[in-house]
């Protein structure tokens, strides 16, 4: 199966089913325009299924790198940004924190093997010091050199206590870590998340991996630099979990509803973003056209604070 971008074909009528996820101050308003009239193959192995429109019997296409399905690739970082943004609706009370490996690790088992145990003393850290409990969601990196980086967002009911750099190093004991605050992002889920299936261009051409749209991006001091979109992708190894989180994480929620009574909840809230995509099958037939809409309501409440800086009259 493919997924080819269209134009844009609008929102339903106010009676059309839609499915509403709530991500904290993220909303998205999913609307099947057209369904499959059944699914067309019959799986009868692992290896193989039969094409129920021809009776012809197919192999299956393993997949070697999570590159090669996007659409799982895009389902699961789709997840994670719904995940963030559902526990995040507060930057300040947020940690942003890098672990890396003074070593080249390269077992991705190992990697959340370490991690577990990071945070056993990371919990105890924090009780011994009387600071309050966090939830943590946790992502992999891999790198082009065959190295894995974790990028964990540890999340506190209240506003994020400072812990020095030094110490979160010293508790994760493999090298250096990096942390970052997350104050001004209102849509934490994507800021986090775009950059997981990029490249930057140099590491790319290393790698050959030059086959892609290339943009450009920066971070949050303004640096600009150039990256392979969807290039990192291909370094993940097929079936692995690109996150993990604690039990105390918030799920989105999901709801199925009308239009109209998805209005009613979104009340307002500025549309951010909107796209429509078609979906493929292997003979490239579409079997399905999807309409996304994306709403902030952190953008209406900035949009309600007073300006500041005005002049005075009189």
């Keep these: 199966m493919q997924v080819k971008r269209i134009a844009d074909q609008g929102p339903p009528g106010a009676e059309a089913t839609v499915t509403l996820t709530v991500s904290g101050n993220v909303l998205e308003v999913r609307h099947c325009l057209r369904l499959p009239p059944g699914m067309p193959i019959e799986k009868i192995s692992a290896d193989q299924y039969v094409d129920k429109r021809t009776g012809e019997v197919k192999d299956f296409t393993h997949n070697t790198t999570r590159a090669d399905d996007l659409i799982s690739v895009r389902q699961s970082l789709k997840r994670l940004r719904d995940l ?10 947020a940690l942003w924190v890098t672990l890396t490996y003074a070593d080249n690790m390269t077992d991705p088992s190992k990697l959340y093997e370490d991690y577990r145990r990071f945070w056993q003393r990371f919990k105890y850290f924090l009780a011994k010091h009387k600071l309050p409990p966090a939830e943590y969601i946790a992502a992999a990196e891999p790198q082009g050199r065959g190295a894995w980086h974790l990028h964990c967002l540890f999340i506190f009911s209240e506003k994020a206590p400072y812990i020095p750099n030094a110490e979160i190093a010293r508790i994760w004991g493999h090298g250096f870590t990096k942390v970052k605050g997350l104050s001004g992002i209102d849509n934490p889920g994507l800021y986090l998340t775009a950059y997981l299936g990029d490249l930057e261009l140099t590491e790319a051409i290393d790698l050959k991996y030059t086959a892609g749209r290339l943009k450009k991006t920066s971070d949050r001091v303004g640096a600009r630099k150039a990256v392979i979109k969807g290039a990192r992708l291909k370094l993940y190894p097929p079936g692995f979990n690109l996150f993990r989180h604690s039990r105390g994480i918030i799920l989105p929620e999901k709801h199925q509803m009308t239009e109209a009574q998805a209005q009613k909840i979104i009340d307002g809230a500025p549309l951010v973003y909107e796209k429509s995509v078609a979906l493929l099958g292997d003979d490239g037939e579409t079997i399905n056209i999807i309409h ?13 604070m007073p300006k500041t800086n005005q002049k005075g009259g009189g």
Excluded: D, H, V
Excluded at 85 to 90: H, Q
Excluded at 293 to 304: A, E, G, I, L, V
């Design 84 to 93: 963030i943004n559902a526990n995040l609706t507060t930057p300040e009370t």
């Design 292 to 304: 996304y809409r994306q709403y902030n309501r952190s953008k209406m409440k900035q949009n309600c």
